[in-house]
């Protein structure tokens, strides 16, 4: 017998700091580099997004067959809330990832959820035709930050099963301090923190929780929901014993970081 075996493709993973839901309807150095990411990337099986704005007290995931896309914002022009992404979900990925990570356990969301901003606002540009199904995974409030790394390493072997794994949220995300006049530049103190993540995130991640010691951590990171995503990225990093490398990085009204990255 000779020849060996074909090895399966190893899907990327990202985080993306997706920033304000305009994003979903503006041309921007970020939204050019998701689109470039999204035609660069093997056809995914699926696509699995652990965003921010799914931030509840239960670890589930979404297992409808036809996911609704939710528009959780207000005060935006009316051209975004006119925005869809009808992609189809996948039901039985749900019980595969319940299996993937076992002894953690996960439930299944049939009716509740769908396809929130801080996930459509990205797809729309990388996966523009929404023909790849989308699965969404819940923060638990509940759970430490180290079980949030930990679930991520969990999550890596999904990546030879064809599915894409994204990290949805803002590295630094202080809404609080945001200021209109800085709509291109950040302050002092997030881009010491955004470095001091880059360092890790490119070299070290499995030491993302250095992160928690760094100084200006309770102005970058004042609640944890945009920040977790990350973790998952960098679990998933861990994992794989791969540094992560920079898709994007900038700023915007001086407290957001939207600094992205890929993992091959």
Not at 118 to 141: C, E, K, M, R, Y
Request: proline share 8%; net charge negative; charged share 15%.
């Amino acid at each position: 017998m000779t020849g060996s075996a074909e090895l399966p493709t190893i899907m990327p993973a990202a985080f993306i700091g997706h920033g304000s839901p305009m994003n979903a309807v503006e041309r921007n150095q970020y939204t050019a580099a998701w689109t470039e990411f999204g035609q660069s990337v093997p056809r995914p099986r699926a696509i699995l997004v652990v965003s921010a704005h799914w931030y509840i007290n239960a670890t589930a995931v979404t297992a409808m067959a036809h996911p609704r896309t939710i528009h959780d914002f207000y005060g935006f022009p009316q051209e975004l809330f006119d925005v869809q992404y009808p992609a189809p979900g996948l039901p039985e990925l749900a019980d595969e990832i319940a299996e993937t990570v076992k002894p953690t356990w996960i439930g299944s969301d049939r009716d509740s959820w769908g396809i929130d901003h801080g996930t459509w606002s990205v797809l729309v540009h990388a996966f523009p035709d929404a023909s790849i199904p989308v699965v969404q995974l819940s923060i638990n409030a509940e759970k430490p930050l180290e079980e949030h790394v930990a679930l991520g390493a969990q999550l890596a072997e999904l990546r030879s099963r064809g599915v894409l794994i994204v990290g949805s949220g803002n590295i630094v995300h202080n809404l609080r301090a945001m200021n209109a006049r800085l709509p291109d530049s950040g302050f002092d103190w997030a881009t010491r923190f955004d470095d001091a993540a880059a360092d890790l995130l490119t070299a070290a991640p499995a030491d993302i929780l250095r992160l928690r010691e760094h100084p200006d951590f309770a102005a970058a990171a004042p609640t944890p929901d945009h920040f977790i995503p990350m973790l998952y990225f960098a679990g998933l990093c861990a994992a794989a014993d791969t540094p992560a490398h920079v898709l994007v990085d900038g700023y915007t009204y001086g407290s957001l970081s939207m600094t992205s990255y890929v993992v091959n």
